[in-house]
């Protein structure tokens, strides 16, 4: 068992920058690979960017390259989201996901979420 908790949304002009967080516990964090996905109103959950065990390897949606980086430090079993250059667009709410399970970069399956942050940009 996973537990998943995000933090760090909240409002932000367009063009500006957050960080979410996401303190994870439970079982050893480095087996894990992470993720993060995000939600709109009626919008389907999409992945965001994916991170491997060890940083090795990242995926990254097309909405957001070269805009937002994952990060993980495994020592603190934290998993990290920095947004840049935020747009309207990236309104949503953020969650937090584990994988146990081996996969593709871009192709994770969670096992675990977290409740979800609110990120609200506005124009």
């Known amino acids: 068992q996973v537990q998943l908790v995000e933090s760090g949304g909240g409002l932000v002009q367009a063009g500006g920058s957050l960080r979410l967080s996401c303190a994870a516990s439970?079982?050893?964090?480095?087996?894990?690979?992470m993720a993060w996905f995000r939600q709109a109103p009626g919008k389907d959950r999409e992945l965001v960017a994916h991170?491997?065990?060890?940083?090795?390897?990242?995926y990254y949606a097309d909405s957001v390259k070269g805009r937002f980086a994952i990060s993980r430090d495994n020592a603190k079993n934290t998993l990290y989201l920095q947004m840049n250059n935020l747009k309207p667009d990236d309104t949503a709410v953020y969650y937090c996901?584990?994988?146990?399970?081996?996969?593709?970069?871009?192709?994770?399956?969670?096992?675990?979420w977290g409740q979800g942050t609110q990120v609200t940009v506005s124009s």
């Open positions: 439970g079982r050893t964090f480095s087996n894990y690979n």
């Open positions: 991170i491997g065990r060890f940083a090795v390897n990242t």
């Open positions: 996901a584990a994988s146990g399970k081996w996969t593709r970069i871009g192709d994770i399956e969670p096992d675990y």
